[in-house]
């Protein structure tokens, strides 16, 4: 565009300066009216330099009109060009919209540090020291838990020695009562027993705590009621096996736990004799663990009282003792010095 300025400008003011006024032309040709006659009206001096500047380049002007400020008069302090408000004004918008943005994600950032430090605090529970109960949370507004973590909470539980405990005495109950005859007995039907309850208990807890959960969005922990009437506890530590909590906040039916029990109990088929590969015995094992889920509901729930009251007890106990060992002191003193 400057190049196109310089080579053809001067072209353009020459050709306009004398071709649009002949007048000017004609005037300069006879110097002797323009003596004879001073009153005579002058012709306005040519302009089209300015007009052409100014059309080639207004926006040029423009700036230096704008950024130029206008000289002082004396006894005035120079005036400042005022800050162009278009663009404070987009700096301000972006500034507010970077802002929104860095604090979008420090606030998701928290929420998921929060949820993690919860579930850190799940994987030591432990009834009498023992019993895992991972499952469990006692903060009725614990945040809801992410895919990954509800699969990392239920490998730390299958993988848990608790688990293996729970399956070898169950199968040795299994052994006692010869619940299944096709496996024998010994040391070989007793394997047989102690591997199928594994993985009862592992495809089970896979599907109703980990996979089902993800994918129907509900949480698979016992929130713990811990306070109130026993009938009221005892009712909703049952009710968690058919109604659980969601991960938006709601509450509703237990579909990922009954679901998973019954599609372990179904792939369980697999590795039972054949006499057992009914659609009834499926049915029927499928709820029988669900039924073993309400027991262990019960357990975790009134687990804290029952260690409550045997401390409690506890120090009774050591209390009376202390004060008979007090007693016979107290008892002893006055001998002693009636002796010396």
């Not at 009834?127 to 699969?151: E, H, W």
């Not at 052994?175 to 089970?204: I, V």
């Not at 499926?282 to 309400?294: C, F, K, N, P």
Request: glycine share 8%.
């Amino acid at each position: 565009m400057r190049f196109c300025t310089v080579v053809f400008g001067p072209a353009i003011v020459l050709a306009a300066t004398f071709l649009p006024y002949p007048r000017l032309h004609a005037q300069q040709a006879d110097p002797a009216a323009t003596i004879t006659s001073p009153a005579q009206s002058i012709p306005e001096a040519p302009t089209p330099q300015v007009e052409l500047a100014q059309a080639v380049e207004p926006q040029a002007a423009q700036q230096t009109q704008t950024q130029t400020p206008a000289p002082a008069q004396p006894g005035q302090q120079p005036q400042t060009p005022a800050p162009d408000q278009s663009s404070s004004s987009q700096t301000s918008t972006s500034s507010s919209s970077t802002s929104q943005s860095s604090q979008q994600p420090n606030s998701q950032k928290t929420q998921k540090e929060t949820a993690e430090e919860q579930l850190k605090e799940q994987e030591t529970q432990r009834v009498a020291g023992v019993m895992a109960t991972f499952n469990t949370t006692r903060n009725p507004d614990a945040l809801p838990l992410s895919s990954s973590q509800k699969f990392r909470l239920f490998f730390k539980g299958a993988f848990d020695p608790w688990a293996f405990g729970l399956s070898a005495f169950v199968a040795g109950i299994g052994q006692a009562e010869d619940s299944t005859p096709e496996w024998g007995g010994g040391m070989q039907g007793y394997g047989k027993r102690l591997g199928a309850g594994y993985a009862d208990y592992f495809m089970g807890n896979f599907f109703g705590n980990a996979a089902l959960p993800s994918l129907l969005h509900e949480d698979p922990r016992y929130f713990q009621k811990g306070s109130g009437k026993p009938i009221k506890r005892v009712l909703w530590a049952a009710a968690s096996t058919v109604w659980c909590k969601r991960d938006k906040g709601g509450w509703g039916p237990n579909w990922a736990n009954v679901g998973g029990n019954l599609i372990g109990s179904a792939i369980g088929r697999v590795y039972y004799p054949a006499a057992n590969r009914t659609v009834s015995g499926t049915i029927s094992d499928g709820l029988t663990v669900s039924a073993e889920g309400i027991l262990g509901a019960e357990v975790i729930e009134f687990w804290p009282d029952l260690a409550r009251h045997y401390q409690h007890k506890k120090a009774e106990r050591q209390a009376r003792a202390m004060d008979a060992a007090n007693g016979q002191k107290q008892e002893a003193k006055p001998e002693d010095q009636n002796k010396n």
